[in-house]
Nanobody, 115 residues
């Protein structure tokens, strides 16, 4: 059974940094799509960053240049380094995996950017 667990969410001041991590069990990330999504109160879930099975990465325009996604195939983890955080980055962040077993989500981790 595939399980994803995020960690690293916290309360941070504007301009600060956070690093989110997502660990997987029951599958292997290496050749498949992984992504970070977020959902703010009253808004739809949106993609933040992704790495395709071929290694190609994509970022939402709103985070380009501030966020970087990493994938560690040996540890079967992905991470999201978030710098220069803004109040509008406040949301629950979810990791996502799409592979032969299906489409899976972690339970989410809360990121709050506020002074």
């Amino acid at each position: 059974q595939v399980q994803l667990v995020e960690s690293g969410g916290d309360l941070v001041q504007p301009g600060g940094s956070l690093r989110l991590s997502c660990a997987a069990s029951g599958t292997t990330f290496s050749r498949y799509f992984t992504g970070w999504y977020r959902q703010a109160p009253g808004k739809s879930r949106e993609v933040v960053a992704s790495i395709a099975g071929n290694g190609a990465s994509n970022y939402a325009d709103s985070v380009l240049g501030r966020f970087t996604m990493f994938k560690d195939n040996a540890k079967n983890t992905i991470a999201l380094q978030m710098n220069s955080l803004k109040p509008e980055d406040t949301a629950v962040y979810y990791c996502n995996f799409r592979g032969p077993e299906g489409n899976f989500w972690g339970p989410g981790t809360q990121v709050t950017v506020s002074s």
